[in-house]
Antibody, heavy 121, light 108 residues
Framework: QVQLVESGGGVVQPGRSLRLSCAASGLTLTTYAMHWVRQAPGKGLEWVATVSYDESKKYYADSVKGRFTISRDNSKNTLYLQMNSLRADDTAVYYC??????????????WGQGTMVTVSS | EIVMTQSPATLSVSPGERATLSCRAS??????LAWYQQKPGQAPRLLIYGASTRATGIPARFSGSGSGTEFTLTISSLQSEDFAVYYCQQFKSWFPDSFGQGTKLEIK
C-alpha cells in the first residue's frame, strides 16, 4: 500500500522541542522533493518547509525560519521535521507530502494522515 | 509576494448541479496552480495540477482552467461525496504562503 505515515506529534510545553518523522511505504521518496504542511484547528492549510531530493535546497515559511529544520534520510525513505522553540501558534496537524513530479516547486500528490502537535503549558 | 484569494468563501449547490470555484493570484503564476479537496478529519487530496491536469484517479467531472492570475475549478455534476473544502495552491513561489484560504462547498 502506497502511504506516508507521520509520527512524533504530541503535547509539548512552549519553548521545548519535538521531532516529527514521515516514513514512506510502497513508494520511494529518493528522487522527490518533500514538504511539510500544517493546519491549525479549524483553519486552512499553511506550507511550512520544503527539501529537495538530495537535501541541497531547503526552504522555510517565515513563521518557522530559524526554529524548524527539515531533513531527510533517503536510505531510510524517511522525512523529518525538527521543531525547536515551539510556540502556542505552532499548534496544528502536521502533514508530510510528496511532490507530484519530484520538483521543488510542485503540487503535492501523496499526503500522510497527519500528526497533531499541541503546544501548551 | 504572491497572495492567493479564493471565492466564494462558501458555495451552496444542489447535488447534480455544476459548481464553479474561483482562485485569483495577486500576480501571474503562469499555470503553476493546484487544487485540493479536503474532507473533515482527512488529509488534502490532489485534484488538479498545472492548472488543468487531473491527478491520478480523479474523476472526469473535475476540471481546472485558467492561466496567469485567474483560475477556475469546475465540478460538472455534484455527487454527495464532493461536498468538502477546496483549496487552491500556487507553486511558483512559496512566499509568503502558497495556499488560498479555501472554499467550503456545501449542500443546498
Amino acid at each position: 500500500q502506497v502511504q506516508l505515515v507521520e509520527s512524533g506529534g504530541g503535547v509539548v510545553q512552549p519553548g521545548r522541542s519535538l521531532r516529527l518523522s514521515c516514513a514512506a511505504s510502497g513508494l520511494t521518496l529518493t528522487t522527490y522533493a518533500m514538504h511539510w504542511v500544517r493546519q491549525a484547528p479549524g483553519k486552512g492549510l499553511e506550507w511550512v518547509a520544503t527539501v529537495s531530493y538530495d537535501e541541497s535546497k531547503k526552504y522555510y515559511a517565515d513563521s518557522v525560519k530559524g526554529r524548524f529544520t527539515i531533513s531527510r534520510d533517503n536510505s531510510k525513505n524517511t522525512l523529518y521535521l525538527q521543531m525547536n522553540s515551539l510556540r502556542a501558534d505552532d499548534t496544528a496537524v502536521y502533514y508530510c507530502a510528496r511532490s507530484v513530479r519530484g520538483l521543488i516547486k510542485d503540487a503535492f500528490d501523496i499526503w500522510g494522515q497527519g500528526t497533531m502537535v499541541t503546544v501548551s503549558s | 509576494e504572491i497572495v492567493m484569494t479564493q471565492s466564494p468563501a462558501t458555495l451552496s449547490v444542489s447535488p447534480g448541479e455544476r459548481a464553479t470555484l474561483s482562485c485569483r493570484a495577486s500576480q501571474s503564476i503562469s499555470n503553476n496552480l493546484a487544487w485540493y479537496q479536503q474532507k473533515p478529519g482527512q488529509a488534502p487530496r490532489l485534484l488538479i495540477y498545472g492548472a488543468s491536469t487531473r491527478a491520478t484517479g480523479i474523476p472526469a467531472r473535475f476540471s481546472g482552467s485558467g492561466s496567469g492570475t485567474e483560475f477556475t475549478l469546475t465540478i460538472s455534476s455534484l455527487q454527495s461525496e464532493d461536498f468538502a473544502v477546496y483549496y487552491c495552491q500556487q507553486f511558483k513561489s512559496w512566499f509568503p504562503d502558497s495556499f488560498g484560504q479555501g472554499t467550503k462547498l456545501e449542500i443546498k
